[in-house]
Protein backbone atom coordinates (compact mmCIF):
# COMPACT_ATOMS: atom_id res chain seq x y z
CA UNK A 1 0.00 0.00 0.00
CA UNK A 2 2.17 2.48 1.19
CA UNK A 3 4.72 1.46 -1.96
CA UNK A 4 1.71 2.11 -3.95
CA UNK A 5 1.19 5.57 -3.03
CA UNK A 6 5.13 6.52 -2.72
CA UNK A 7 5.44 5.45 -7.15
CA UNK A 8 1.84 7.34 -7.98
CA UNK A 9 2.35 10.46 -5.11
CA UNK A 10 4.74 12.39 -7.90
CA UNK A 11 2.78 11.94 -10.84
CA UNK A 12 -0.33 12.76 -8.76
CA UNK A 13 1.33 16.19 -7.98
CA UNK A 14 2.68 17.33 -10.91
CA UNK A 15 -1.46 16.46 -13.03
CA UNK A 16 -2.49 18.27 -9.55
CA UNK A 17 0.05 21.27 -10.50
CA UNK A 18 -1.49 21.36 -13.84
CA UNK A 19 -5.21 21.33 -12.90
CA UNK A 20 -4.50 23.48 -10.45
CA UNK A 21 -3.02 26.21 -12.71
CA UNK A 22 -5.23 26.05 -15.17
CA UNK A 23 -8.08 26.13 -12.30
CA UNK A 24 -7.06 29.41 -11.33
CA UNK A 25 -7.99 31.46 -14.33
CA UNK A 26 -11.37 30.79 -14.40
CA UNK A 27 -11.57 30.91 -9.87
CA UNK A 28 -9.81 34.78 -10.51
CA UNK A 29 -12.28 36.15 -12.62
CA UNK A 30 -15.32 34.42 -10.62
CA UNK A 31 -13.36 36.25 -7.92
CA UNK A 32 -12.50 39.52 -9.23
CA UNK A 33 -15.92 39.67 -9.96
CA UNK A 34 -17.10 39.29 -6.52
CA UNK A 35 -14.57 41.18 -5.20
CA UNK A 36 -15.88 44.81 -7.09
CA UNK A 37 -19.91 43.97 -7.75
CA UNK A 38 -20.26 42.01 -4.41
CA UNK A 39 -22.32 39.26 -5.77
CA UNK A 40 -21.30 35.73 -7.37
CA UNK A 41 -21.66 35.48 -10.91
CA UNK A 42 -22.96 32.44 -11.62
CA UNK A 43 -22.38 32.95 -15.63
CA UNK A 44 -19.33 31.91 -15.05
CA UNK A 45 -20.29 28.67 -15.59
CA UNK A 46 -21.76 29.21 -19.40
CA UNK A 47 -18.88 31.72 -19.93
CA UNK A 48 -16.07 28.98 -19.83
CA UNK A 49 -18.43 26.86 -22.04
CA UNK A 50 -18.52 29.93 -24.43
CA UNK A 51 -14.52 30.44 -24.50
CA UNK A 52 -14.11 26.76 -25.21
CA UNK A 53 -16.38 27.04 -28.19
CA UNK A 54 -14.89 30.53 -28.84
CA UNK A 55 -11.42 28.90 -29.28
CA UNK A 56 -12.74 25.98 -31.02
CA UNK A 57 -14.83 28.15 -33.63
CA UNK A 58 -10.94 30.00 -34.33
CA UNK A 59 -9.32 26.92 -34.05
CA UNK A 60 -11.00 23.95 -36.15
CA UNK A 61 -13.42 26.52 -38.10
CA UNK A 62 -11.15 28.94 -39.06
CA UNK A 63 -7.70 26.56 -38.29
CA UNK A 64 -5.76 29.24 -36.54
CA UNK A 65 -2.96 27.85 -34.36
CA UNK A 66 -3.70 27.75 -30.50
CA UNK A 67 -2.78 31.03 -29.09
CA UNK A 68 -4.65 33.05 -31.46
CA UNK A 69 -7.67 31.04 -30.53
CA UNK A 70 -6.75 31.85 -26.77
CA UNK A 71 -7.39 35.72 -27.89
CA UNK A 72 -10.74 34.72 -29.39
CA UNK A 73 -11.45 32.65 -26.26
CA UNK A 74 -11.13 36.10 -24.29
CA UNK A 75 -12.77 38.31 -26.46
CA UNK A 76 -15.94 36.31 -26.99
CA UNK A 77 -17.08 35.79 -23.37
CA UNK A 78 -15.18 39.29 -22.06
CA UNK A 79 -18.20 40.68 -24.05
CA UNK A 80 -20.46 38.97 -23.57
CA UNK A 81 -19.87 38.94 -19.38
CA UNK A 82 -19.91 42.92 -19.97
CA UNK A 83 -23.13 42.84 -21.81
CA UNK A 84 -24.63 40.49 -19.69
CA UNK A 85 -24.09 43.35 -16.38
CA UNK A 86 -24.85 45.80 -18.19
CA UNK A 87 -28.38 44.30 -19.41
CA UNK A 88 -29.60 41.78 -17.11
CA UNK A 89 -27.50 41.37 -13.64
CA UNK A 90 -27.21 45.23 -12.61
CA UNK A 91 -30.79 46.67 -13.01
CA UNK A 92 -31.57 43.92 -10.95
CA UNK A 93 -28.47 44.44 -8.78
CA UNK A 94 -30.67 47.84 -8.12
CA UNK A 95 -33.40 46.47 -7.72
CA UNK A 96 -32.95 46.91 -3.61
CA UNK A 97 -30.18 46.73 -1.55
CA UNK A 98 -31.24 43.91 1.07
CA UNK A 99 -32.21 41.55 -1.78
CA UNK A 100 -30.99 43.02 -4.93
CA UNK A 101 -27.74 40.84 -4.81
CA UNK A 102 -29.53 38.03 -4.06
CA UNK A 103 -31.77 38.45 -6.95
CA UNK A 104 -29.07 39.09 -9.37
CA UNK A 105 -27.46 35.61 -8.16
CA UNK A 106 -30.54 33.97 -9.14
CA UNK A 107 -30.58 35.39 -12.29
CA UNK A 108 -27.35 34.21 -13.33
CA UNK A 109 -28.03 31.00 -12.48
CA UNK A 110 -30.91 31.13 -15.39
CA UNK A 111 -28.63 33.15 -17.04
CA UNK A 112 -26.09 30.76 -17.24
CA UNK A 113 -28.69 28.07 -18.32
CA UNK A 114 -29.64 30.22 -20.81
CA UNK A 115 -26.23 30.90 -22.83
CA UNK A 116 -25.77 27.49 -22.47
CA UNK A 117 -28.57 26.61 -24.52
CA UNK A 118 -27.60 29.69 -27.09
CA UNK A 119 -24.72 27.01 -27.32
CA UNK A 120 -26.65 23.95 -27.61
CA UNK A 121 -28.61 25.31 -30.41
CA UNK A 122 -25.77 26.56 -32.36
CA UNK A 123 -23.44 23.57 -31.71
CA UNK A 124 -25.66 20.22 -30.55
CA UNK A 125 -24.98 18.35 -27.60
CA UNK A 126 -22.20 16.59 -29.69
CA UNK A 127 -18.49 16.29 -28.36
CA UNK A 128 -16.35 18.21 -29.65
CA UNK A 129 -12.41 18.83 -29.95
CA UNK A 130 -9.64 20.83 -30.56
CA UNK A 131 -6.81 20.27 -33.62
CA UNK A 132 -4.46 19.95 -32.23
CA UNK A 133 -0.68 18.08 -33.27
CA UNK A 134 -0.25 14.74 -31.36
CA UNK A 135 3.06 14.89 -29.29
CA UNK A 136 4.13 11.24 -27.26
CA UNK A 137 4.38 11.89 -23.19
CA UNK A 138 7.49 12.31 -22.40
CA UNK A 139 8.50 9.96 -19.39
CA UNK A 140 11.28 10.63 -16.69
CA UNK A 141 12.50 8.02 -14.01
CA UNK A 142 12.79 9.11 -10.89
CA UNK A 143 14.12 6.05 -9.23
CA UNK A 144 11.26 4.85 -6.98
CA UNK A 145 8.51 6.46 -9.75
CA UNK A 146 7.79 6.72 -13.37
CA UNK A 147 6.39 10.27 -14.18
CA UNK A 148 4.51 10.79 -17.65
CA UNK A 149 3.74 13.90 -18.43
CA UNK A 150 1.77 15.31 -21.82
CA UNK A 151 3.82 18.24 -23.60
CA UNK A 152 0.12 19.98 -24.27
CA UNK A 153 -0.28 20.14 -20.98
CA UNK A 154 2.95 21.63 -19.99
CA UNK A 155 2.11 24.20 -23.06
CA UNK A 156 -1.61 24.71 -21.23
CA UNK A 157 -0.06 25.32 -17.38
CA UNK A 158 2.70 27.92 -19.10
CA UNK A 159 -0.14 29.74 -20.73
CA UNK A 160 -2.29 29.75 -17.86
CA UNK A 161 1.05 31.01 -16.06
CA UNK A 162 1.53 34.09 -18.66
CA UNK A 163 -1.71 35.07 -18.46
CA UNK A 164 -1.97 34.97 -14.51
CA UNK A 165 1.36 36.80 -14.69
CA UNK A 166 -0.39 39.36 -17.18
CA UNK A 167 -3.18 40.24 -14.60
CA UNK A 168 -1.14 40.42 -11.76
CA UNK A 169 1.01 42.89 -13.53
CA UNK A 170 -1.86 45.01 -14.64
CA UNK A 171 -3.31 44.78 -11.15
CA UNK A 172 0.13 45.79 -9.39
CA UNK A 173 1.11 48.66 -11.67
CA UNK A 174 -1.38 50.13 -14.18
CA UNK A 175 -2.93 52.89 -13.05
CA UNK A 176 -6.23 51.60 -14.04
CA UNK A 177 -5.18 47.90 -11.95
CA UNK A 178 -4.92 50.05 -8.71
CA UNK A 179 -8.43 51.45 -9.32
CA UNK A 180 -9.77 47.88 -9.52
CA UNK A 181 -8.10 47.26 -6.32
CA UNK A 182 -9.34 50.53 -4.63
CA UNK A 183 -12.81 49.58 -5.17
CA UNK A 184 -12.69 46.39 -4.13
CA UNK A 185 -11.18 47.06 -1.01
CA UNK A 186 -13.16 50.00 -0.30
CA UNK A 187 -15.95 51.57 -2.47
CA UNK A 188 -17.24 54.52 -1.10
CA UNK A 189 -13.21 56.08 -0.29
CA UNK A 190 -12.35 54.76 -4.25
CA UNK A 191 -15.31 56.75 -4.35
CA UNK A 192 -14.09 60.16 -2.40
CA UNK A 193 -11.21 59.51 -4.40
CA UNK A 194 -12.86 60.54 -7.34
CA UNK A 195 -12.75 56.82 -8.86
CA UNK A 196 -15.57 55.70 -11.42
CA UNK A 197 -17.45 52.76 -9.82
CA UNK A 198 -19.33 52.41 -13.06
CA UNK A 199 -16.16 52.00 -15.14
CA UNK A 200 -14.28 49.62 -12.57
CA UNK A 201 -16.79 47.29 -12.60
CA UNK A 202 -17.52 47.11 -16.26
CA UNK A 203 -13.68 46.75 -16.16
CA UNK A 204 -13.82 43.85 -14.04
CA UNK A 205 -17.19 42.30 -16.08
CA UNK A 206 -14.85 42.39 -19.09
CA UNK A 207 -11.55 41.33 -17.86
CA UNK A 208 -13.19 38.08 -15.31
CA UNK A 209 -15.46 36.51 -18.00
CA UNK A 210 -12.58 36.84 -20.83
CA UNK A 211 -10.40 34.46 -17.95
CA UNK A 212 -12.94 32.52 -17.61
CA UNK A 213 -13.27 31.72 -21.22
CA UNK A 214 -9.66 31.30 -21.60
CA UNK A 215 -9.86 29.03 -18.89
CA UNK A 216 -12.62 27.24 -20.47
CA UNK A 217 -10.76 26.66 -23.74
CA UNK A 218 -7.43 25.22 -21.48
CA UNK A 219 -9.76 22.43 -19.67
CA UNK A 220 -10.77 21.81 -23.25
CA UNK A 221 -7.61 21.40 -24.57
CA UNK A 222 -7.20 18.28 -22.18
CA UNK A 223 -9.97 16.63 -23.12
CA UNK A 224 -13.19 17.24 -25.51
CA UNK A 225 -16.10 20.16 -25.16
CA UNK A 226 -19.43 20.38 -25.27
CA UNK A 227 -22.68 22.34 -23.73
CA UNK A 228 -21.70 21.39 -20.19
CA UNK A 229 -17.94 21.54 -20.41
CA UNK A 230 -18.50 25.10 -17.93
CA UNK A 231 -20.91 23.66 -15.98
CA UNK A 232 -19.14 20.80 -14.54
CA UNK A 233 -16.06 22.53 -13.72
CA UNK A 234 -18.03 25.32 -11.86
CA UNK A 235 -18.03 23.65 -8.80
CA UNK A 236 -14.05 23.07 -8.83
CA UNK A 237 -13.43 26.73 -9.26
CA UNK A 238 -16.15 27.88 -6.68
CA UNK A 239 -14.03 25.77 -4.44
CA UNK A 240 -11.16 27.31 -5.63
CA UNK A 241 -12.26 30.80 -5.12
CA UNK A 242 -13.99 29.92 -1.44
CA UNK A 243 -11.32 27.88 -0.54
CA UNK A 244 -8.36 31.11 -0.73
CA UNK A 245 -10.67 34.03 0.25
CA UNK A 246 -14.03 35.00 -1.75
CA UNK A 247 -13.09 38.03 -3.19
CA UNK A 248 -8.95 37.42 -2.89
CA UNK A 249 -7.12 37.07 -6.05
CA UNK A 250 -3.76 35.71 -4.67
CA UNK A 251 -6.56 33.54 -2.67
CA UNK A 252 -7.92 32.35 -5.96
CA UNK A 253 -4.40 30.95 -7.24
CA UNK A 254 -3.50 29.18 -4.08
CA UNK A 255 -6.93 27.93 -3.77
CA UNK A 256 -7.04 26.57 -7.07
CA UNK A 257 -3.40 24.88 -6.28
CA UNK A 258 -5.10 23.60 -3.45
CA UNK A 259 -8.29 22.09 -4.52
CA UNK A 260 -6.33 20.82 -7.88
CA UNK A 261 -3.54 19.14 -6.26
CA UNK A 262 -6.47 17.74 -3.67
CA UNK A 263 -8.83 16.34 -6.33
CA UNK A 264 -5.62 14.80 -7.58
CA UNK A 265 -4.36 12.88 -4.30
CA UNK A 266 -8.13 12.02 -3.82
CA UNK A 267 -7.83 9.41 -6.50
CA UNK A 268 -5.71 7.45 -3.98
CA UNK A 269 -8.50 6.85 -2.04
CA UNK A 270 -11.89 7.94 -4.29
CA UNK A 271 -13.10 6.77 -6.96
CA UNK A 272 -12.17 9.38 -10.00
CA UNK A 273 -15.80 10.03 -10.54
CA UNK A 274 -15.83 11.73 -7.84
CA UNK A 275 -13.27 14.09 -8.03
CA UNK A 276 -15.56 16.97 -7.78
CA UNK A 277 -17.19 16.06 -5.01
CA UNK A 278 -13.49 16.80 -3.39
CA UNK A 279 -14.23 20.57 -4.04
CA UNK A 280 -17.53 20.89 -2.62
CA UNK A 281 -15.89 18.68 0.95
CA UNK A 282 -13.54 21.54 0.71
CA UNK A 283 -15.45 24.24 1.06
CA UNK A 284 -17.74 22.74 3.32
CA UNK A 285 -14.13 22.27 5.69
CA UNK A 286 -13.52 25.93 4.89
CA UNK A 287 -16.78 27.21 5.57
CA UNK A 288 -16.99 25.01 9.27
CA UNK A 289 -13.75 26.07 10.38
CA UNK A 290 -12.51 29.18 8.52
CA UNK A 291 -14.82 31.21 6.40
CA UNK A 292 -12.75 33.56 4.90
CA UNK A 293 -10.38 31.40 3.58
CA UNK A 294 -6.59 31.15 3.53
CA UNK A 295 -6.40 34.62 1.96
CA UNK A 296 -9.65 36.59 2.08
CA UNK A 297 -10.81 39.13 4.83
CA UNK A 298 -14.19 38.48 6.44
CA UNK A 299 -17.12 36.43 5.31
CA UNK A 300 -20.49 37.51 7.04
CA UNK B 1 -55.62 14.25 -24.00
CA UNK B 2 -57.65 13.96 -20.60
CA UNK B 3 -54.56 11.68 -19.35
CA UNK B 4 -51.83 14.57 -20.26
CA UNK B 5 -54.03 17.34 -18.63
CA UNK B 6 -54.20 14.90 -15.50
CA UNK B 7 -50.40 14.26 -15.57
CA UNK B 8 -49.79 18.24 -15.76
CA UNK B 9 -52.20 18.97 -12.82
CA UNK B 10 -49.86 16.49 -10.88
CA UNK B 11 -47.07 18.15 -11.78
CA UNK B 12 -48.12 21.37 -10.78
CA UNK B 13 -48.97 20.46 -7.49
CA UNK B 14 -45.74 19.23 -7.24
CA UNK B 15 -44.55 22.63 -8.34
CA UNK B 16 -46.92 24.15 -5.87
CA UNK B 17 -45.63 22.09 -3.02
CA UNK B 18 -41.98 22.76 -3.69
CA UNK B 19 -42.70 26.15 -4.55
CA UNK B 20 -43.93 26.40 -0.90
CA UNK B 21 -41.27 24.82 0.52
CA UNK B 22 -39.10 27.57 -1.53
CA UNK B 23 -41.29 30.29 0.01
CA UNK B 24 -40.50 29.50 3.88
CA UNK B 25 -36.84 29.67 2.99
CA UNK B 26 -36.83 32.18 0.76
CA UNK B 27 -40.42 33.95 0.45
CA UNK B 28 -40.72 34.40 4.81
CA UNK B 29 -36.92 34.04 5.67
CA UNK B 30 -34.91 35.49 3.09
CA UNK B 31 -32.34 32.58 2.29
CA UNK B 32 -31.37 32.32 -1.20
CA UNK B 33 -31.45 28.03 -2.16
CA UNK B 34 -30.27 27.29 -5.68
CA UNK B 35 -29.96 23.53 -5.03
CA UNK B 36 -33.59 22.85 -4.61
CA UNK B 37 -33.60 20.51 -7.14
CA UNK B 38 -30.72 18.49 -4.50
CA UNK B 39 -33.35 18.58 -2.09
CA UNK B 40 -35.73 16.91 -4.04
CA UNK B 41 -33.70 14.75 -5.41
CA UNK B 42 -32.73 13.35 -1.64
CA UNK B 43 -36.03 12.88 -1.01
CA UNK B 44 -37.16 10.82 -4.66
CA UNK B 45 -34.18 8.53 -4.07
CA UNK B 46 -34.98 8.02 0.08
CA UNK B 47 -38.13 7.28 -0.71
CA UNK B 48 -37.24 5.25 -3.74
CA UNK B 49 -34.34 3.22 -2.11
CA UNK B 50 -36.66 2.18 0.80
CA UNK B 51 -39.85 1.22 -0.79
CA UNK B 52 -38.27 -1.07 -3.77
CA UNK B 53 -34.63 -1.32 -4.07
CA UNK B 54 -32.74 -1.64 -0.36
CA UNK B 55 -36.28 -2.35 1.56
CA UNK B 56 -40.35 -2.87 1.00
CA UNK B 57 -41.78 -0.44 3.26
CA UNK B 58 -44.95 0.85 2.67
CA UNK B 59 -45.45 4.22 0.81
CA UNK B 60 -46.28 6.66 3.32
CA UNK B 61 -43.54 5.17 5.71
CA UNK B 62 -41.07 5.57 2.26
CA UNK B 63 -42.31 9.78 2.17
CA UNK B 64 -42.07 10.63 5.93
CA UNK B 65 -38.33 9.17 5.77
CA UNK B 66 -37.86 11.25 2.38
CA UNK B 67 -39.50 14.59 4.28
CA UNK B 68 -37.27 13.82 7.50
CA UNK B 69 -34.00 13.24 5.40
CA UNK B 70 -34.20 16.02 3.68
CA UNK B 71 -35.14 18.42 6.34
CA UNK B 72 -32.15 17.12 7.75
CA UNK B 73 -29.69 17.81 5.16
CA UNK B 74 -31.58 21.30 5.08
CA UNK B 75 -30.72 21.76 8.45
CA UNK B 76 -26.98 20.79 7.77
CA UNK B 77 -26.51 23.16 4.74
CA UNK B 78 -28.22 26.13 6.67
CA UNK B 79 -26.01 25.79 9.81
CA UNK B 80 -22.91 25.90 8.15
CA UNK B 81 -24.16 28.76 6.32
CA UNK B 82 -26.13 30.49 8.44
CA UNK B 83 -23.60 32.98 9.77
CA UNK B 84 -22.25 33.80 6.47
CA UNK B 85 -23.02 36.11 3.94
CA UNK B 86 -25.91 35.49 1.64
CA UNK B 87 -23.29 34.85 -1.19
CA UNK B 88 -22.06 31.79 0.53
CA UNK B 89 -25.22 29.91 0.97
CA UNK B 90 -25.96 30.56 -2.60
CA UNK B 91 -22.92 28.72 -3.33
CA UNK B 92 -23.17 25.57 -1.22
CA UNK B 93 -26.71 24.77 -2.15
CA UNK B 94 -25.63 25.29 -5.76
CA UNK B 95 -22.95 22.83 -4.84
CA UNK B 96 -25.06 20.56 -3.16
CA UNK B 97 -27.17 20.05 -5.65
CA UNK B 98 -24.59 18.96 -7.97
CA UNK B 99 -23.05 16.61 -5.18
CA UNK B 100 -26.22 14.98 -4.88
CA UNK B 101 -26.23 14.00 -8.46
CA UNK B 102 -23.07 13.39 -8.85
CA UNK B 103 -23.54 10.94 -6.00
CA UNK B 104 -26.75 9.40 -7.57
CA UNK B 105 -24.54 9.20 -10.72
CA UNK B 106 -21.54 7.22 -9.19
CA UNK B 107 -22.86 4.78 -6.33
CA UNK B 108 -23.83 2.12 -8.73
CA UNK B 109 -24.03 -0.03 -6.16
CA UNK B 110 -26.35 2.32 -3.61
CA UNK B 111 -28.27 3.73 -6.01
CA UNK B 112 -28.36 1.75 -9.46
CA UNK B 113 -26.15 4.72 -10.65
CA UNK B 114 -27.07 6.71 -14.41
CA UNK B 115 -29.54 3.64 -14.74
CA UNK B 116 -31.57 5.32 -12.55
CA UNK B 117 -34.27 3.28 -10.37
CA UNK B 118 -37.57 1.80 -12.04
CA UNK B 119 -40.05 0.16 -10.84
CA UNK B 120 -40.58 2.32 -7.39
CA UNK B 121 -44.11 1.42 -6.51
CA UNK B 122 -47.26 3.79 -6.81
CA UNK B 123 -50.90 3.43 -4.83
CA UNK B 124 -52.98 1.06 -6.61
CA UNK B 125 -50.64 0.89 -9.93
CA UNK B 126 -51.46 -2.29 -11.65
CA UNK B 127 -54.54 -3.21 -10.14
CA UNK B 128 -56.55 -0.03 -11.99
CA UNK B 129 -56.44 1.82 -15.33
CA UNK B 130 -53.85 3.84 -16.59
CA UNK B 131 -56.08 6.81 -16.12
CA UNK B 132 -57.31 6.39 -13.18
CA UNK B 133 -54.25 5.87 -11.02
CA UNK B 134 -53.36 9.28 -12.65
CA UNK B 135 -56.84 10.67 -11.06
CA UNK B 136 -56.09 8.88 -7.88
CA UNK B 137 -52.66 9.91 -7.69
CA UNK B 138 -54.11 13.79 -8.85
CA UNK B 139 -56.35 13.41 -5.71
CA UNK B 140 -53.19 12.80 -3.69
CA UNK B 141 -50.77 15.35 -4.91
CA UNK B 142 -54.28 17.81 -4.26
CA UNK B 143 -54.75 16.58 -0.80
CA UNK B 144 -51.02 16.94 -0.01
CA UNK B 145 -50.72 20.73 -1.38
CA UNK B 146 -53.96 21.62 1.15
CA UNK B 147 -52.11 20.41 3.57
CA UNK B 148 -49.06 21.88 3.04
CA UNK B 149 -50.42 25.31 2.19
CA UNK B 150 -52.61 25.04 5.52
CA UNK B 151 -49.56 24.54 7.43
CA UNK B 152 -47.38 26.91 5.79
CA UNK B 153 -50.31 29.74 6.22
CA UNK B 154 -50.40 28.89 9.92
CA UNK B 155 -46.81 28.96 9.65
CA UNK B 156 -47.06 33.00 7.92
CA UNK B 157 -49.19 33.87 10.49
CA UNK B 158 -47.76 32.71 13.80
CA UNK B 159 -45.59 34.49 16.10
CA UNK B 160 -42.96 31.84 15.03
CA UNK B 161 -43.63 32.80 11.25
CA UNK B 162 -43.67 36.61 12.03
CA UNK B 163 -39.86 36.30 13.66
CA UNK B 164 -38.78 34.92 10.64
CA UNK B 165 -39.89 37.93 8.38
CA UNK B 166 -38.60 40.00 10.63
CA UNK B 167 -35.14 38.41 9.87
CA UNK B 168 -35.66 37.91 6.46
CA UNK B 169 -35.86 41.97 6.76
CA UNK B 170 -33.62 42.74 9.25
CA UNK B 171 -31.65 40.20 11.00
CA UNK B 172 -29.25 42.06 13.09
CA UNK B 173 -32.68 44.13 14.61
CA UNK B 174 -34.16 40.82 15.10
CA UNK B 175 -30.97 39.89 17.04
CA UNK B 176 -31.62 43.08 19.37
CA UNK B 177 -35.16 41.99 20.03
CA UNK B 178 -33.13 38.97 21.40
CA UNK B 179 -34.93 35.80 18.75
CA UNK B 180 -32.30 33.26 18.12
CA UNK B 181 -31.66 34.17 14.62
CA UNK B 182 -29.36 31.38 13.79
CA UNK B 183 -31.28 29.00 15.39
CA UNK B 184 -34.47 29.98 13.47
CA UNK B 185 -32.71 30.61 10.12
CA UNK B 186 -31.37 26.76 10.43
CA UNK B 187 -35.12 25.43 11.29
CA UNK B 188 -36.97 27.27 8.40
CA UNK B 189 -34.26 26.24 5.88
CA UNK B 190 -34.94 22.74 7.24
CA UNK B 191 -38.56 22.86 7.44
CA UNK B 192 -38.15 24.41 3.23
CA UNK B 193 -35.87 21.40 2.25
CA UNK B 194 -37.88 19.12 4.19
CA UNK B 195 -40.79 20.23 2.01
CA UNK B 196 -39.30 20.25 -0.96
CA UNK B 197 -37.89 16.63 -0.19
CA UNK B 198 -41.83 15.44 0.39
CA UNK B 199 -42.63 16.48 -3.15
CA UNK B 200 -39.78 14.64 -4.77
CA UNK B 201 -40.93 11.46 -3.04
CA UNK B 202 -43.90 11.65 -4.26
CA UNK B 203 -42.45 12.95 -7.55
CA UNK B 204 -40.65 9.48 -7.67
CA UNK B 205 -43.89 7.11 -6.80
CA UNK B 206 -45.87 8.52 -9.37
CA UNK B 207 -43.29 8.58 -12.27
CA UNK B 208 -42.28 5.25 -11.18
CA UNK B 209 -38.99 5.91 -12.44
CA UNK B 210 -35.99 8.44 -11.09
CA UNK B 211 -32.19 8.90 -12.94
CA UNK B 212 -29.62 11.47 -11.92
CA UNK B 213 -30.44 13.61 -15.14
CA UNK B 214 -33.95 13.94 -13.98
CA UNK B 215 -32.21 16.58 -11.07
CA UNK B 216 -31.04 19.19 -13.44
CA UNK B 217 -30.58 23.07 -12.13
CA UNK B 218 -33.27 24.27 -14.88
CA UNK B 219 -35.85 22.25 -12.12
CA UNK B 220 -34.57 24.61 -9.81
CA UNK B 221 -35.16 27.62 -12.15
CA UNK B 222 -38.74 26.48 -12.50
CA UNK B 223 -39.32 26.54 -9.06
CA UNK B 224 -37.69 29.91 -8.35
CA UNK B 225 -39.75 30.59 -11.75
CA UNK B 226 -43.32 29.55 -10.06
CA UNK B 227 -42.94 31.17 -6.70
CA UNK B 228 -41.64 34.85 -8.36
CA UNK B 229 -44.04 34.55 -10.54
CA UNK B 230 -47.02 33.95 -8.12
CA UNK B 231 -45.51 36.27 -5.38
CA UNK B 232 -42.84 35.92 -3.21
CA UNK B 233 -43.65 35.44 0.01
CA UNK B 234 -47.12 34.84 -0.21
CA UNK B 235 -48.73 31.39 0.09
CA UNK B 236 -51.07 31.14 -2.45
CA UNK B 237 -48.70 32.77 -5.06
CA UNK B 238 -46.83 30.20 -4.96
CA UNK B 239 -49.36 27.65 -5.35
CA UNK B 240 -50.84 30.13 -8.21
CA UNK B 241 -47.57 30.38 -9.45
CA UNK B 242 -46.73 26.55 -10.32
CA UNK B 243 -49.99 26.76 -12.46
CA UNK B 244 -49.01 29.15 -14.53
CA UNK B 245 -45.44 27.82 -14.94
CA UNK B 246 -46.73 24.28 -15.95
CA UNK B 247 -48.75 25.56 -18.04
CA UNK B 248 -46.01 28.40 -19.77
CA UNK B 249 -43.83 24.78 -20.47
CA UNK B 250 -46.50 22.85 -21.69
CA UNK B 251 -47.21 26.12 -24.02
CA UNK B 252 -43.49 26.17 -24.94
CA UNK B 253 -43.70 22.67 -25.99
CA UNK B 254 -46.26 23.58 -28.75
CA UNK B 255 -45.27 26.79 -29.56
CA UNK B 256 -41.70 25.38 -30.51
CA UNK B 257 -42.87 22.55 -32.25
CA UNK B 258 -44.41 24.78 -34.86
CA UNK B 259 -41.01 26.83 -35.93
CA UNK B 260 -39.72 24.51 -38.69
CA UNK B 261 -36.63 22.99 -39.41
CA UNK B 262 -35.42 22.74 -35.56
CA UNK B 263 -33.62 19.66 -34.86
CA UNK B 264 -34.89 17.86 -31.61
CA UNK B 265 -31.77 18.99 -29.54
CA UNK B 266 -32.52 22.69 -30.74
CA UNK B 267 -36.21 22.34 -29.52
CA UNK B 268 -35.16 21.78 -25.83
CA UNK B 269 -32.64 23.75 -26.12
CA UNK B 270 -35.32 27.38 -27.45
CA UNK B 271 -37.60 25.61 -24.72
CA UNK B 272 -35.18 25.52 -21.83
CA UNK B 273 -33.90 29.42 -23.17
CA UNK B 274 -37.55 30.69 -22.91
CA UNK B 275 -38.05 30.00 -19.46
CA UNK B 276 -35.12 30.87 -18.39
CA UNK B 277 -35.52 33.92 -20.06
CA UNK B 278 -39.02 34.38 -18.16
CA UNK B 279 -37.07 34.01 -15.16
CA UNK B 280 -35.02 36.90 -15.29
CA UNK B 281 -38.08 39.24 -17.04
CA UNK B 282 -40.41 38.50 -14.09
CA UNK B 283 -37.56 39.23 -11.68
CA UNK B 284 -36.73 42.19 -13.77
CA UNK B 285 -40.26 43.69 -13.95
CA UNK B 286 -42.47 42.12 -12.10
CA UNK B 287 -40.12 41.08 -8.50
CA UNK B 288 -43.46 41.50 -6.46
CA UNK B 289 -45.14 38.41 -8.57
CA UNK B 290 -48.62 38.43 -9.26
CA UNK B 291 -49.80 38.13 -5.67
CA UNK B 292 -47.79 40.77 -4.23
CA UNK B 293 -47.25 40.26 -0.24
CA UNK B 294 -49.29 42.65 1.46
CA UNK B 295 -47.79 44.39 4.42
CA UNK B 296 -49.86 45.84 6.78
CA UNK B 297 -49.16 49.11 7.72
CA UNK B 298 -51.12 51.83 9.89
CA UNK B 299 -51.63 54.93 9.04
CA UNK B 300 -49.58 57.86 10.72
CA UNK B 301 -52.26 59.65 12.84
CA UNK B 302 -52.38 62.93 12.50
CA UNK B 303 -51.20 65.09 15.03
CA UNK B 304 -51.56 68.52 13.80
CA UNK B 305 -53.96 70.60 16.22
Known amino acids: MLSHVIEELPQLIVNGLVVGTILALPAIGFTAIYAVLRFPNFTVASHATMGAYAGFVANVWLGLPIVPSLALAFIVPALSGLACDEYVLKPLRRTSAATGPMAAAIAAVALTIALENVIRFVFGNDLRG?????????????????LRVGPQQVENAIISVVVMAGVFTFLAFTRTGKMMRAVADNPS??????????????????????????????????????PLTGFRAVLTVFAAAVVGGLGSIPGAVVGAMVVGIGEELSLLVLDASYRTAVGFIAIIVVLTFRPRGILGERAY | MENYLVAMAVFAGLYGLMA?????????????NLGLVGFMAVGAYTSALLTVRHAHWPMWAGVIAATIVSGIAGAVVARITARLKGDYLAIVTLGFSEVVRLVASNEIRFTNGTDGISAIPGPFRGEVAPATFNLIYLGIVAAALLV???????????????????????DQVTSVAGKPVLRFKTE???????????????????????????????????IVLSLTAGGT??????????????????GTRFVVAEIPGLAAVQVAAVREFMIAALLILVLRYRPQGLFPERHARHATPDTTP
Open chain 2, 233 to 250: GTNAGAVVGAALVVAFME
Open chain 1, 130 to 146: YDLPVYRDWRFDLGFAF
Open chain 2, 20 to 32: LGLNVIWGMTGMI
Open chain 2, 148 to 170: VYLLCQRLRHSPYGRVLRAIRDD
Open chain 1, 189 to 226: LAGIKGINAETVARLASLIGMGLVGVGGMLLGLDTSID
Open chain 2, 188 to 222: AFAIGAAITGFAGALYGHYNAYIAPEGFVPLITIY
